[in-house]
């Protein structure tokens, strides 16, 4: 008897010391949410795949994990059980990551603690908001002056195009003004795609060699070589 309590207490010593270890772990709380499945994803080759799940019941606060080998982009869903979906997208590194958001406004009350690629990204969505708003004034101002029709489809285009021109460079100059950060690559593939090569080689020479060898600066890298050859 003696022997087996020897033998299941050191069962139960091992199986404490070998519980799994994930590189990522997000801790979240939804405010209101009663009932619903949360979903930690990442987006391979176009495809959304699925990290790690959890069905919600009840308890508004959750834990997420999947292995990381380096930061990346990723996403979390929440489907609500009513035909209702939102995702929060953020920078994951390896470590915790939490995000606080509500029923109500999902998308949108998200705050996020975390990165520091997260806190790189929300200094360039900071801006970009702003950009957006002057887009919403711009149309506003369209509809109002409406009356003179040649003078103001002139004007809204002359205006749309140079708030456009103006977000491509505040985009590159972000990029280059960051070159120890895997923002910097991610913004130039994902923001300014169409922009000249010469721009994204900018971006690209910029880079520290830890980010040039990111998964994102590899993806530049090739999108460079893509435009070139065209």
Do not use: W
């Not at 270890?21 to 699925?50: A, C, R, W």
């Not at 080689?201 to 070139?228: H, N, P, V």
């Amino acid at each position: 008897m003696k022997q087996f309590i020897v033998v299941l207490i050191g069962l139960i010593i091992f199986s404490c010391g070998n519980e799994p270890q994930h590189d990522f772990t997000l801790k979240g709380h939804v405010k209101d949410l009663k009932k619903g499945t949360v979903y930690l994803q990442k987006q391979q080759d176009s495809v959304m795949i699925t990290l790690d799940s959890l069905e919600i019941n009840g308890n508004l606060d959750f834990e997420l994990h999947s292995e990381l080998s380096e930061p990346e982009l990723l996403f979390l869903k929440l489907d609500k059980n009513d035909n209702d979906e939102g995702t929060i997208v953020f920078f994951a590194d390896k470590g915790i990551t939490e995000i606080h958001s509500t029923l109500k406004n999902f998308n949108f009350d998200a705050t996020i603690k975390g990165s520091k690629q997260q806190e790189t990204l929300e200094e360039y969505l900071i801006m970009m908001s702003k950009f957006n708003d002057r887009n919403l004034d711009i149309i506003k101002e369209n509809f109002e002056t409406k009356k003179e029709e040649d003078t103001t489809a002139m004007s809204f285009e002359d205006n749309f195009n140079n708030l456009l021109k103006r977000k491509y460079l505040y985009t590159i100059n972000f990029a280059i003004n960051h070159p120890d950060s895997e923002v910097s690559p991610y913004l130039a593939i994902s923001e300014v795609t169409n922009t000249s090569v010469s721009y994204l080689q900018q971006i690209y020479d910029a880079l520290t060699d830890d980010i040039k060898a990111s998964k994102y600066g590899i993806d530049l890298k090739d999108l460079i070589q893509e435009r070139q050859e065209e």
